[in-house]
């Protein structure tokens, strides 16, 4: 069974640019999360999309976007990046369901200069 | 405002000793918590969980225990293994609006097994 995957897994680029990041969850799974990562913060809730709409936001500004496709694939962008964007984004995908298990990708790791 | 605290940034433990891996927390609404496992350059896996009904949930080496009084859960490994050394997430959710679950995590432990 695949397991997450998230593209592109590295990239640069520069302040003032935008970006997006592709999901691809788990076959059969709903939800999709998004978590940033950077050193000593541990891992930030970003938002969730299930079936298509997002249910859930963490605190980061707007923009900071996502969306969810029919086949549960999910893309993030970040526009007008800034270098504290510098982080590794992960994705994580889920049933849905309450237990909160979530199976997470590698990450895209993004460096803004 | 850190909901989910790991105090410990880092621990060493010599192979075949127990791990002892602490998480607190400060949302009294949080019913269910989950430790993860990231090795460098993977994405963070699942490793255990417990119900805020319980007290303490096994699996294999790993023990979770729940101080609810406390706020308080730790992680034992018995016995340690060189491949346990990781950063270990300790994590925490409750039901928000609608069906909507979102977990919160601590800034992580690395844990470092000595041969």
């Known amino acids: 069974k695949a397991g997450v995957t998230q593209t592109p897994r590295y990239l640069i680029k520069t302040r003032g640019q935008q970006v997006t990041l592709s999901c691809s969850p788990i076959?059969?799974?709903?939800?999709v999360s998004w978590y940033q990562q950077t050193p000593g913060q541990g891992l930030q809730f970003l938002f969730e999309?299930?079936?298509?709409?997002?249910?859930n936001k963490g605190n980061f500004p707007g923009r900071f976007s996502g969306r969810q496709f029919s086949n549960s694939r999910s893309e993030m962008n970040v526009s007008t990046l800034e270098l504290g964007d510098s982080a590794l984004y992960l994705c994580?995908?889920?049933?849905?369901?309450?237990?909160?298990?979530?199976?997470f990708g590698e990450g895209s790791r993004l460096t803004v200069l | 405002d850190q909901q989910v605290k790991q105090n410990s940034p880092s621990l060493s433990v010599q192979e075949g000793r127990i791990s002892i891996l602490n998480c607190d927390y400060t949302?009294?609404?949080?019913?269910?918590f989950l430790w993860y496992k990231k090795y460098p350059a993977e994405g963070p896996t699942f490793l255990i969980s417990i119900s805020s009904i319980k007290d303490k949930n096994e699996d294999g080496r790993f023990t979770v225990f729940l101080n609810k009084s406390a706020k308080h859960l730790s992680l034992h490994i018995v016995p340690s293994q060189p491949g346990d050394s990781a950063v270990y997430f300790c994590a925490a959710s409750y039901k928000s609006s609608g069906s909507a679950r979102q977990l919160t995590f601590g800034s992580g432990t690395q844990l470092t097994v000595l041969p």
């Open positions: 994580a995908s889920s049933w849905g369901s309450y237990t909160g298990e979530l199976f």
């Open positions: 076959s059969g799974h709903r939800s």
């Open positions: 999309y299930f079936s298509e709409t997002q249910r």
């Open positions: 949302n009294s609404m949080f019913d269910y």
